[in-house]
């Protein structure tokens, strides 16, 4: 009896909270496909992914801890909505116990069956994530659809738990909630109603306060250490609850009392439905707020982490690099092994010089130090200016495709990142006895374009000078460089070929360094090998950098769908209510299309208002993030001003709104059908 | 107050079928009456004698099988869907047995809010709220929420939200079913004299003998018929009672409820 009840109900829970058993499905499908990465054997064959595993785990954790609690929360709503029918059972004799284990067995189906429907479309999503992600290294996809046994035994092991929490809390729940306390629960809902005071209204600017104070805080730092930050996660979290708590009674003290207003264009239905709403589900309003700003901010670091890396790779201009320390090299050797393996378009070798001037590295450092970063460690090997050949240059400027200059043979000019560019112009202008063994340099003769400069050992380290080719004569060989363009981008495997074949060839990793003796200097040319490095050696060395965007995105994906659902259930949640308000309107003579417009538009107030505080806080986080990760990656900006900033805000934000779209899109639809049913 | 003239409700045959081909369920059968402006009539009968199906009917929220309805020269039976609302906007007023109010409305915005809809300024919706709610004893409560005032101000809300429109017709479907003895007494009262004063024309559902009473007109309704009619014409309120009974008594002894 028990048991067809539960399978009864459950198929009733089923369609009633639709958005909420399509939720758990995204969940499972999410969980799934991320936990896939870790058992995928493409993935672990791409270097520099180590970490990724025990990232996932660590997001999964916090799914775990954070959907536990939701899907707590949810089946306590979807139960107390209930409480009708719950007090029928008692009344007919149905003990509390037994109540509580005809929900746990309808819950369970539920669950249970949306663990089934979330596998296969965990599956699909999985191969898109790995598509994306092996696409990311350069690498070849190949379509495969299986079910990993390791991933659904940890995939189902992680929904249990949430499940099971979610199932003996709220078992609890039934076995002491009295027959009392469910036939009144109605009421004291609705008495829940508005009841505002000044206390409440000077919550409201106090929380606007610590708002824009919260802002500032983690917007400017005032302080400069982590405890602004600290302080200022503090004062909005403050915010966004006082703020769901205290804005309806603000609200109705400002707009209620206006009947000039709220009597025209049917505002007063619009107005006091929503005050109502937000005013009885205000805590639930502040988290789901919360849970979106999070997720709108890891979407915008997430972005910012991919842009910042892709900048990275996009100015590492070579395919390949080839570095031998100190001298220059003969470098047919590798050349024959690299043209038998790849087709290579066009290739140099060329040397890097130094001398024991320094006049464009004191400005290097200065605006270095301008920008705040004046805590770097130097390299051994970029004490003084770099120097390059003319011809060099122009043969490399020539093969990247780059417009062709005449160089005066008797001039000096400066190829550098264009953050210095400004500075050295300045040097240049203000210098006038300025010169390179003699020869001078060029008014406006500074080049810009990405050089492969971003970093240490590339065509010097954010600039070099090119100079006539004889003046290199009295210099020393910093270290020479043979450098390819091939035809095609190369993936792990390539890379993993060409340090296998090339004996004496070592993969540079730039994260990896020791301190030269006697100095405060580091060096990574640590062993007597030659080192290969170029765009996709530096695109595995930011492998970290993905690891983290994709866990990222992992947490902001699911923290999204889970406020947006929370959101609907409790809007859809009020159906009753709703049809019964929409028939008085129809008595009092309002018609269809109206009724139908208003609902909706109070839809719309409602979807809106709890992203509008998320998105503006997570605004402060993404730019205060994306500041302090570029000075990190790199000693001087790679981008051009802030609107790099600003993509990054624009490109997650409107992944952020489709998403939520969505959820909108189907709760619209699904409320039009409660309405036409 | 009753012109006899021009009725301004004519109930021509009407007739009222459920359900489907196997099984169909007759509401309403060939029931006619007038109802003349200014009048105060009451439908009385026993659970499932149709007064319930007839006032739907009559307002326009169901659709009759068979048969006419003419509301001031109109014929409400063959409006379509697109004009339904902006007839029960501009000539009838509802006054239901669970009061119908917003709960998220004061109750000075839920007496307002059919003259919202219908696109009154503000300045005429306060004047016509402060008149209703002096009329009915409402002034003091009008910034209080539906659940922090008693059953009796409920209704007294609802009435004036039904009266505030000035229609031509107000339907009032059981509307002491929730209401203690005294503020049914009070409510009936009140529209009694809202009928005299404004003359509003009220057409009242209600199995309660007592409430029926404060009418002029009761037409009884049994099986979906016409069983009887009785005015009560220049009698006391309480010799009316005692005819009404008398005429329950006359309907088979059953206890309408």
């Known amino acids: 009896m028990l048991r067809e009840l539960s399978i009864r109900n459950a198929k009733k829970q089923s369609k009633e909270y639709l958005l909420y058993f399509v939720t758990l499905v995204c969940t499972v499908s999410f969980v799934y496909a991320f936990n896939t990465l870790i058992f995928s054997d493409s993935v672990k064959a791409l270097s520099g992914l180590e970490v990724l595993p025990y990232m996932i ?14 899907i707590s929360y949810m089946t306590n709503y979807m139960l107390k909505k209930r409480s009708k029918e719950f007090s029928i059972y008692m009344i007919s004799g149905i003990s509390n116990k037994n109540i509580s284990i005809l929900v746990f067995y309808e819950n369970f189906l539920i669950g249970f069956l949306a663990f089934l429907l979330g596998l296969p479309v965990g599956i699909l999503l999985s191969q898109l994530l790995e598509a994306v ?8 996809y190949t379509l495969h659809f299986h079910l990993s046994l390791f991933t659904t035994g940890l995939t189902l092991l992680y929904f249990l738990v949430m499940l099971l929490h979610s199932l003996r809390k709220n078992g609890k729940w039934i076995r002491k909630v009295s027959l009392h306390d469910l036939l009144l629960y109605n009421r004291q809902n609705e008495k829940s109603l508005l009841s505002g005071s000044v206390l409440t209204i000077g919550m409201f600017f106090l929380s606007v306060f610590l ?30 609850f006082g703020f769901f708590l205290s804005v309806p009674v603000f609200l109705i003290a400002h707009f209620a009392d206006r009947a000039e207003w709220k009597y025209r264009k049917n505002r007063l239905l619009i107005f006091r439905g929503f005050t109502a709403k937000i005013h009885s589900t205000s805590i639930v309003m502040g988290v789901l707020s919360a849970l979106l700003m999070l997720s709108a901010t890891f979407m915008g670091i997430g972005t910012a982490v991919c842009l910042i890396a892709n900048k990275n790779v996009e100015l590492n201009v070579f395919d390949i690099m080839i570095l031998h320390n100190g001298e220059l090299q003969e470098y047919s050797p590798y050349e024959d092994i690299l043209g038998s393996s790849f087709p290579i378009q066009a290739s140099h070798t060329y040397g890097i010089y130094t001398d024991t001037k320094k006049d464009f590295l004191i400005v290097r ?33 020539e093969i990247l495709g780059y417009e062709p200059v005449k160089l005066n043979p008797y001039s000096c000019y400066v190829h550098c990142i264009p953050a210095l560019e400004k500075n050295f112009e300045t ?9 390179c063994a003699g020869y001078p340099f060029t008014i406006h003769g500074i080049f810009s ?25 009295q210099m020393k060989v910093l270290y020479s460089l043979h450098v390819s363009i091939t035809e095609s981008p190369l993936n792990s495997n390539d890379l993993q070929s060409i340090t296998k074949a090339c004996e004496g060839l070592a993969k540079l990793q730039r994260n990896v360094g020791k301190s030269a003796p006697g100095s405060n200097a580091v060096t990574s040319l640590i062993d007597d090998v030659d080192y290969l490095s170029g765009k996709w050696v530096d695109k595995q060395n930011l492998s970290q950098l993905y690891s983290m965007a994709i866990c990222l995105f992992y947490l902001a994906f699911i923290l999204e769908i889970t406020g947006a659902a929370i959101l609907a259930t409790q809007i859809l949640g009020d159906r009753e209510k709703k049809q019964k308000q929409d028939n008085i309107l129809r008595q009092l003579g309002m018609n269809e299309r109206l009724i139908t417009r208003l609902n909706n538009r109070q839809l719309s107030l409602l979807f809106l208002f709890p992203i509008l505080p998320a998105l503006i806080i997570s605004s402060c986080f993404i730019y205060a993030s994306s500041i302090k990760m570029e000075l990190s990656a790199f000693q001087l900006p790679v981008f051009t001003g802030n609107i790099w900033i600003a993509q990054a805000l624009s490109v997650s934000f409107i992944f952020f709104l489709l998403f939520y779209g969505v959820y909108y899109i189907a709760a619209r639809i699904s409320y039009g059908r409660q309405y036409n049913n | ?44 009968g026993a659970s499932g004698s149709g007064k319930t199906t007839l006032l739907n009917c009559i307002s326009t929220i ?20 697109e004009n339904i609302a902006a007839f029960r906007r501009n000539n009838l007023g509802f006054v239901f047995q669970d009061f119908n109010l917003l709960d998220t409305l004061t109750l000075e915005e839920n007496i307002a809010l059919p003259l919202t809809i219908s696109g009154v300024s503000s300045a005429e919706i306060h004047i016509r709220i402060c008149d209703i709610s002096e009329r009915l004893q409402i002034q003091d409560v009008l910034q209080k929420f539906p659940f922090q005032i008693s059953g009796g101000q409920k209704q007294r809300c609802a009435f004036a939200r039904a009266v505030i429109g000035t229609p031509k017709l107000i339907m009032a479907d059981e509307p002491t079913g929730s209401l203690d003895s005294n503020s049914s007494r009070i409510l009936l009262e009140i529209m009694s004299k809202l009928n005299k004063e404004i003359g509003a024309t009220i057409l009242m559902v209600t199995h309660d003998a007592f409430c029926a009473s404060y009418a002029e007109r009761i037409l009884f309704l049994k099986d979906g018929e016409i069983f009887n009619e009785i005015l009560k014409g220049e009698k006391t309120r309480s010799a009316f009672y005692h005819e009404i009974l008398d005429v329950l008594s006359l309907l088979g002894g059953d206890r309408l409820c």
Request: glycine share 10%.
């Open chain 1, 133 to 140: 992600l092996l696409h990311m290294f350069g690498m070849m």
């Open chain 1, 427 to 435: 040097l240049i202008e203000q210098g006038e006895k300025l010169e």
């Open chain 1, 449 to 473: 374009e990405p050089f492969s400069q971003m970093d240490a050992y590339g065509n010097g380290l954010e600039y070099v000078i090119v100079v006539p080719d004889q003046a290199i004569n």
């Open chain 1, 57 to 70: 785990v660590a997001a999964s954790l916090l799914i775990v801890l954070v959907m536990g609690w939701i």
């Open chain 1, 365 to 397: 450092n200065k605006t270095v130090s301008d920008m705040g970063r004046s805590n770097y460690y130097p390299f051994v090997e970029f004490q003084y200016d770099t120097y390059m050949r003319q011809s060099d240059y122009i043969r490399l400027r």
């Open chain 1, 211 to 240: 708002g824009g104070a919260g802002a500032l805080l983690v917007y400017a730092q005032p302080f400069g250490n982590g405890y602004d930050v600290l302080a200022g996660i503090i004062c909005l979290v403050l915010f966004l």
């Open chain 2, 1 to 44: 107050m009753i012109n006899s003239k021009e009725p301004l409700l004519h109930v021509d045959h009407i007739e009222k079928y459920y359900g489907n081909q196997g099984v169909v369920t007759k509401a309403l059968a060939q029931v006619s009456f007038d109802v003349q402006s200014g009048e105060y009539i009451s439908i009385m």
């Open chain 2, 62 to 81: 169901d659709m009759v099988s068979s048969g006419h309805i003419i509301l001031d020269g109109k014929d409400i039976t063959t409006i379509d869907e």
